[in-house]
């Protein structure tokens, strides 16, 4: 059956749906509900509760006088699961309840989590139970093939069970090995195409995301955990086949397919599948042509006298291609040169689009990997969800720390350090990044240079990872700079090339010793045994980065190492045409690099680096700054570009240099461009750096308190200060009285329209104008004004030495309650501009509105779009006579 999703929904489809959930016995219902209840946990505490309570309570499905008490004293999460429970013990009428108010609120509500219960619970209809009994217990398979999938568990156990850490700092020795069960923290998974959009460093764009996601987009972000992937897909509507999972390096990509493997293996998920069979890309590159069961033999020779026969039942395999980013060939998804024949040779790719197509093994389930990158350029309408991992959020973040840090006080110092530093703490959403952090700050606060050394910029904290890495290695016989140099050219080679693999044969290209024991402490050794079709019998080896930001600071570090003014131009030319991102973390790392304190810490083990490479990428950061900046007073469009710029000067710490380059800049335009933390993080710094600064239009930047809070403390020297629609509170108000009461504010113009203050910040908003004696022109129009504290900022408006001669009170939803305090603002001798438009003023506010143009100096006075009668209108608009050159605007 199918239910509609329109913008009401109708009695026919509550009462569908409704006997649809009553056909099934007790028993079923209860099983229905288990297995929806995580689901519906994530749902329930992202919907709105007032909504929820109130459709649960109309409906007679349960009644909880102290729900709301719940959640504001112990959060929403225990509120959801006392909730549930109670729906549980109560019984069978309660749960169909329930889902029958998910199934009404779904229209004023639509998460997509939401929608995605309902579409697998409405659109199964009678497959519905069969589904659930097959994931929940799997297949029963004939007795020859037990035997076989009992071997391929144990081996599959022996490469999942363990999750293996990256060595420490400068020791040879291979990184502590943990279970998996115990070690993995869960990867924040959401359905997504965004990755086509994309213009900016990948590393970079995700992070923004998270900041967006945990302000903004929650109830539109559908969150699907490691067990739903091929569950139902609401966007494509089916049980989906094919997915691809896409994320930036680092990001847990291999982690958590190694994670599903295992609980295939342990019978905790996906029993549906029969045999799960894992590739990586990087393996089957060195494959020839090949059929899929010399394939899947190749991996797992055992499993060669039953292939044919485990092949036979498409339905039952899941097959898993991770790093389609590593793939040497070009993979086509669309049906051209496809492969129908398990047994017939082809090229490899052919075989694993055709899988992915459905015209080889049709039903079969296929599951890949991707950088957003690698995706961008393809086509994917064969793949019927699309999603992205976004790493750590929060709380798994401070777990993370958790786990590593062995000492308690030692982990929360740690951690406390990265949250207050945007910039280390946003891209610690990647784990690889995350052990990074982890591993510099671990040494950094227990030596005696801690006060000295810990991290402020992305540059200082690599800088650091390498200095400690250099400080620990007992390799004498090592040239540490000359394996630096060859390990940098050859970054940069992969970074300008999209390369993130490399073999010893491209070693000598880079001038690289591949004798160095320092080569361990960068670089991850990978063997993959030969397909069968390949000409080689000895295991493949591959070197990659520990993470695609080594290779990027390697890229960059080489030119201050071993300069030379041609490269480096080269570089800095190539770099700025890519349009797809790549090199502008490659660019930061060149601009930190070029200060010399960041550069020291380096010193003691590469000795010196080049000043004139220094010398070098600050000129070429003033002349982009002078295009840059140009160009954007032409082209609003071009504020990303801008903020970039913004995040290079950002990085040097050179205060004089950011002041140099902005001195003709008198207005910073982010207008209707988001801006994360980080973004504001590094706003600030400007500001700090270049207070020729007269404009800051931040209108539509959405940075909320936690933006306003980094901005605020350099906010006094703006002279005409924009933040309409930011979504301030009034929690925000003491901060803004700071910039206003501060001895040398110059702010003449400060514009709030459309934030969420209430009259509770009308008490701080009053002592701000009582102490400033600079501001001409206040709006606040579009903020709920109206209540009890109203009457206090009126009064400060009111006092005779206000300097504010016009004044933005539009759509405040001011009545007639409050129109007696409006004639006293004709105490204000400045005040030249009233705007009481688009309120609910009537025609008895009329003799207040004539003693308050009696008594002011008004020229312009806006009361338009009010509940004003026709003949009150003329009245107040005959106030005009009172004195020449006053315009009533009605």
């Not at 006997?19 to 099983?31: G, H, I, K, P």
């Not at 102290?66 to 309660?94: C, P, T, Y």
């Not at 080689?536 to 993470?547: E, G, I």
């Not at 490269?567 to 090199?583: H, I, N, Q, T, Y």
Request: charged content about 25%; glycine content about 4%.
């Amino acid at each position: 059956m199918e239910f509609r999703h329109e913008r009401v929904v109708s009695s026919e489809d509550i009462r569908a749906f409704q006997e649809q959930l009553s056909a099934y016995d007790d028993a079923s219902l209860r099983f229905i509900y288990e297995y929806f209840r995580g689901d519906l946990s994530y749902v329930l505490e992202t919907l709105d509760t007032v909504a929820l309570l109130s459709e649960l309570k109309s409906r007679n499905v349960i009644h909880s006088d102290s729900s709301m008490e719940i959640k504001k004293s112990w959060g929403a999460e225990l509120f959801v699961s006392i909730l549930l429970q109670d729906i549980l013990e109560v019984g069978r009428e309660a749960v169909i309840g329930l889902l029958v108010c998910l199934f009404v609120l779904q229209v004023d509500h639509p998460h997509p989590n939401l929608l995605a219960i309902l579409g697998e619970i409405g659109q199964t209809g009678e497959n519905l139970m069969p589904l659930i009994l097959l994931d929940q217990f799997g297949h029963t398979l004939p007795s020859e093939l037990n035997g076989s999938q009992e071997h391929h568990k144990t081996c599959l156990l022996e490469e999942t069970q363990m999750l293996q850490e990256p060595r420490a700092l400068g020791y040879k020795q291979e990184g502590p090995k943990f279970l998996i069960s115990q070690r993995y923290l869960d990867l924040i998974v959401v359905s997504s195409k965004e990755f086509r959009n994309r213009s900016t460093h990948e590393v970079i764009e995700t992070g923004g995301k998270h900041e967006y996601y945990l302000q903004k987009a929650q109830n539109r972000l559908e969150r699907i955990t490691a067990n739903r992937l091929f569950r139902w897909c609401h966007r494509s509507g089916c049980v989906p086949c094919t997915v691809m999972v896409s994320g930036v390096p680092g990001v847990g990509k291999t982690t958590l397919m190694q994670k599903i493997v295992y609980d295939w293996v342990t019978g905790k998920h996906y029993k549906s599948f029969a045999f799960v069979f894992f590739f990586k890309f990087r393996e089957l590159n060195i494959c020839q042509d090949i059929s899929l069961e010399e394939m899947i033999v190749g991996k797992y020779p055992y499993l060669h006298s039953h292939i044919s026969y485990i092949l036979q039942n498409p339905e039952k395999l899941l097959f898993i291609f991770d790093g389609l980013d590593e793939s040497s060939r070009s993979l086509d998804f669309r049906v051209y040169h496809q492969c129908i024949s398990t047994q017939q040779r082809r090229r490899w790719e052919i075989i694993v689009a055709s899988l992915a197509n459905q015209s080889l093994l049709k039903g079969c389930s296929v599951l890949m990997t991707s950088r957003p990158a690698k995706l961008a350029s393809l086509e994917f309408t064969n793949f019927q969800r699309m999603s992205e991992i976004m790493g750590f959020f929060p709380k798994e973040r401070e777990k993370y720390f958790e786990q590593v840090f062995e000492n308690k006080s030692l982990s929360e110092k740690a951690f406390q350090y990265v949250r207050e530093n945007d910039t280390l703490y946003t891209f610690c959403y990647i784990p690889t990044y995350c052990w990074i952090v982890c591993s510099v700050l671990s040494k950094c606060f227990v030596s005696a240079m801690a006060m000295n050394c810990q991290p402020k910029t992305i540059t200082q904290l690599f800088v650091t990872y390498v200095a400690n890495i250099l400080q620990n290695h007992t390799l004498e016989k090592d040239n540490p700079k000359s394996t630096l140099q060859s390990l940098g050219r050859m970054a940069e080679h992969g970074i300008m090339n999209h390369v993130l693999t490399f073999h010893k044969d491209d070693w000598p290209l880079f001038s690289e010793d591949t004798c160095s024991g320092l080569l361990s402490s960068f670089l991850v050794e990978s063997s993959q045994r030969p397909c069968s079709s390949s000409t080689s019998k000895s295991p493949a080896v591959t070197y990659s980065f520990l993470h695609l930001t080594v290779q990027e600071f390697f890229s960059a570090m080489v030119h201050f190492l071993d300069y030379s003014e041609d490269r480096m131009k080269a570089s800095l030319s190539k770099a700025v045409e890519f349009d797809d991102g790549r090199c502008e973390i490659f660019l930061r790392f060149l601009c930190g690099l070029s200060d010399l304190s960041t550069r020291a810490i380096l010193k003691p083990y590469v000795g010196e680096f080049s000043n004139t490479a220094s010398k070098l990428v600050i000129a070429w950061l003033m002349f982009s700054a002078k295009k840059i900046i140009e160009k954007t007073e032409k082209d609003n469009d071009d504020k990303r570009k801008l903020m970039n710029l913004f995040n290079l000067l950002f990085e040097t710490r050179n205060k004089p240099l950011v002041k140099e380059c902005l001195k003709l800049n008198k207005k910073i335009d982010f207008s209707e461009h988001y801006l994360t933390p980080v973004d504001c993080t590094v706003l600030a710094f400007i500001l700090q750096c270049s207070e020729e600064t007269k404009c800051l239009d931040l209108d539509t930047c959405f940075i909320q308190s936690e933006g306003f809070k980094k901005l605020a403390p350099y906010l006094h020297i703006i002279e005409d200060l924009r933040l309409s629609k930011n979504d301030l509170k009034d929690d925000d108000a003491e901060a803004l009285c700071r910039i206003l009461s501060h001895p040398t504010c110059r702010v003449k113009r400060l514009i709030l329209r459309e934030n969420s203050f209430l009259d509770q910040s009308c008490t701080m908003l009053a002592q701000a104008i009582y102490k400033n004696s600079t501001l001409e022109e206040l709006d606040l129009s579009k903020n709920n004004l109206m209540g009890k504290d109203f009457h206090v900022i009126i009064e400060a408006l009111s006092n005779p030495t206000c300097t504010i001669s016009k004044l933005w009170l539009q759509q405040v939803k001011m009545n007639d309650q409050y129109s007696p305090c409006l004639r006293s603002l004709g105490g204000n001798p400045n005040l030249e501009l009233l705007d009481l438009g688009l309120n609910y003023l009537t025609d008895n506010s009329g003799g207040y509105i004539k003693e308050l143009i009696e008594r002011s100096k008004l020229r312009e006075l806006r009361i338009n779009t009010n509940d004003f009668s026709k003949q009150a209108e003329e009245t107040l608009k005959s106030l005009e006579r009172i004195r020449p050159g006053l315009q009533i605007l009605l």
